[in-house]
């Protein structure tokens, strides 16, 4: 049986929850007689929210469960009282995920970051109660309103991955042997093509603790913008890379010619958006250690006018492999990690070298007194130096 494990496209059924209805009550108590209208209002319907997540990686969850309806508000009541909202309901889905009207075609929102939460449909009013339709010559008013439909339509989800670095290459060329020794990550590696069927991200470590993502996706083959092999479906993926890189197998396994295969590559692309022609690129020599590369790479320089960086990913510790996790790092500058907001741009190293700004720094104890009784109760803290205490006055 066939298991579906990633989706990167699905329509869906959005629809907020009804408002709830008004209610038309009258006080009825001892001793208190035309005790008046006192029916309640309804509660608002739920909100369906979009919401960009880390921890989800395909649109897996919705292609099974399309359906995503909030709840209706609650009805309003007698004395006054008011009914429950309808709770939101909140749909994670992965940073990078486009949302379209599908009737219209008309882009909804693009969700980028972690935490970014986009009301998509809005929950419907509640209705009024009877109160409020009271006036001085209308003293029983049997009026009240019902509650307000939410929005309700289809979307379409797309998903195209955020990678700083995406990997472009025909299959076999070694594009998910090089992300296993630069990354964490551990894609298929095989000797037949298209053993890559999903895109895979994975995360490139520097000593100064700043991270690079590079994702690996289907190798494309002459023709895809046609829809061959598994087509220009996955080209999207890379899309938004801010660095293409071309993997480019110098070996030239199957009798194929490198030089050809990185033109038919860029006119690939170029198909399918020209404007990433544009984009800052590297271009790798792969299987530099198989005889007839080192031919092959001299024969790519003339016939191409481009030098790639050679390398082979046999070896984790390659140099050409080494010298590419630094050119991705000097085309992207990444800021490392906890340097307290600091942005990219200036270079990693440089900015953990320089003086630390001292606004950037975290709170310290100075200026801040703890009592001095406090600090008794609370011998497991880390006790800022004594003069930093208060002592208690006495009266
Ligand atoms: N000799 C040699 N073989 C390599 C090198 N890199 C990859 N290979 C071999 O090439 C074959 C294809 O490698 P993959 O990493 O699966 O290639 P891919 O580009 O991800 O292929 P698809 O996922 O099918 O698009 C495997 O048999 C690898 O062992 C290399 O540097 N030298
Ligand atoms: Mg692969």
Same mark, same amino acid.
């Given at each position: 049986?066939?298991?579906? /494990?990633?989706?990167?496209?699905?329509?869906?059924?959005?629809?907020?929850?009804?408002?709830?209805?008004?209610?038309?009550?009258?006080?009825?108590?001892?001793?208190?007689?035309?005790?008046?209208?006192?029916? %309640?209002?309804?509660?608002?319907? %739920?909100?369906?929210?979009?919401?960009?997540?880390?921890?989800?990686?395909?649109?897996?969850?919705? $292609?099974?469960?399309?359906?995503?309806?909030?709840?209706?508000?609650?009805?309003?009541?007698?004395?006054?009282?008011?009914?429950?909202?309808?709770?939101?309901?909140?749909?994670?889905?992965?940073?990078?995920?486009?949302?379209?009207?599908?009737?219209?075609?008309?882009?909804?929102?693009?969700?980028?970051?972690?935490?970014?939460?986009?009301?998509?449909?809005?929950?419907? /009013?509640?209705?009024?109660?009877?109160?409020?339709?009271?006036?001085?010559?209308? &003293?029983?008013?049997?009026?009240?309103?019902?509650?307000?439909?939410?929005?309700?339509?289809?979307?379409?989800?797309?998903?195209?991955?955020?990678?700083?670095?995406?990997?472009?290459?025909?299959?076999?060329?070694?594009?998910?042997?090089?992300?296993?020794?630069?990354?964490?990550?551990?894609?298929?590696?095989?000797?037949?093509?298209?053993?890559?069927?999903?895109?895979?991200?994975?995360?490139?470590? $520097?000593?100064?603790?700043?991270?690079?993502?590079?994702?690996?996706?289907?190798?494309?083959?002459?023709?895809?913008?046609?829809? %061959?092999?598994?087509?220009?479906?996955?080209?999207?993926?890379?899309?938004?890379?801010?660095?293409?890189? $071309?993997?480019?197998?110098?070996?030239?396994?199957?009798?194929?010619?490198?030089?050809?295969?990185?033109?038919?590559?860029?006119?690939?692309?170029?198909?399918?958006?020209?404007?990433?022609?544009?984009?800052?690129?590297?271009?790798?020599?792969?299987?530099?250690?198989?005889?007839?590369?080192?031919?092959?790479?001299?024969?790519?320089? &003339?016939?191409?006018?481009?030098?790639?960086?050679?390398?082979?990913?046999?070896?984790?510790?390659?140099?050409?492999?080494?010298?590419?996790?630094?050119?991705?790092?000097?085309?992207?500058?990444?800021?490392?990690?906890?340097?307290?907001?600091?942005?990219?741009?200036?270079?990693?190293?440089?900015?953990?070298?320089?003086?630390?700004?001292?606004?950037?720094?975290?709170?310290?104890?100075?200026?801040?007194?703890?009592?001095?009784?406090?600090?008794?109760?609370?011998?497991?803290?880390?006790?800022?130096?004594?003069?930093?205490? /208060?002592?208690?006055?006495?009266?």
């Amino acid at each position: 049986m066939k298991i579906r /494990k990633f989706i990167d496209q699905v329509t869906v059924h959005v629809r907020a929850g009804k408002g709830g209805n008004g209610s038309g009550s009258f006080r009825r108590e001892a001793c208190i007689p035309l005790g008046g209208p006192d029916g %309640g209002d309804g509660g608002r319907g %739920g909100h369906v929210i979009f919401q960009g997540s880390h921890d989800v990686n395909s649109l897996i969850n919705l $292609y099974f469960a399309p359906q995503l309806f909030a709840e209706n508000g609650v009805a309003g009541s007698g004395r006054r009282k008011y009914g429950r909202n309808g709770r939101d309901l909140i749909v994670k889905v992965p940073c990078g995920t486009e949302l379209y009207n599908a009737e219209t075609g008309q882009l909804i929102v693009d969700i980028v970051e972690h935490g970014q939460s986009v009301t998509v449909a809005t929950g419907g /009013k509640g209705g009024l109660g009877n109160v409020h339709f009271k006036t001085s010559t209308h &003293q029983a008013p049997v009026e009240h309103t019902p509650g307000v439909s939410g929005d309700e339509f289809r979307v379409t989800l797309e998903l195209k991955t955020i990678a700083d670095a995406g990997l472009l290459g025909f299959p076999n060329a070694g594009k998910s042997s090089l992300l296993r020794c630069v990354s964490d990550a551990q894609p298929k590696v095989a000797s037949y093509p298209f053993t890559t069927l999903n895109p895979i991200v994975g995360t490139v470590k $520097y000593d100064d603790f700043s991270q690079l993502r590079v994702a690996d996706v289907p190798g494309i083959i002459e023709g895809a913008a046609e829809g %061959g092999g598994l087509g220009l479906r996955f080209l999207k993926h890379i899309a938004r890379s801010t660095i293409l890189v $071309y993997v480019i197998d110098m070996a030239g396994t199957d009798n194929r010619d490198p030089w050809d295969d990185y033109v038919k590559l860029r006119r690939e692309v170029e198909q399918y958006d020209a404007s990433l022609l544009e984009r800052p690129s590297i271009v790798l020599a792969n299987k530099m250690d198989v005889d007839q590369a080192q031919e092959n790479l001299s024969r790519f320089i &003339q016939e191409t006018g481009v030098t790639p960086i050679p390398l082979s990913t046999l070896e984790r510790e390659n140099e050409g492999v080494v010298r590419f996790k630094r050119e991705i790092w000097e085309l992207l500058r990444p800021s490392p990690l906890g340097s307290w907001g600091r942005e990219g741009g200036e270079g990693a190293v440089e900015a953990a070298s320089a003086a630390p700004d001292e606004t950037l720094l975290p709170p310290t104890y100075e200026g801040e007194f703890i009592h001095e009784d406090a600090l008794k109760h609370a011998s497991f803290l880390d006790l800022p130096p004594k003069s930093l205490t /208060k002592k208690k006055r006495r009266t």
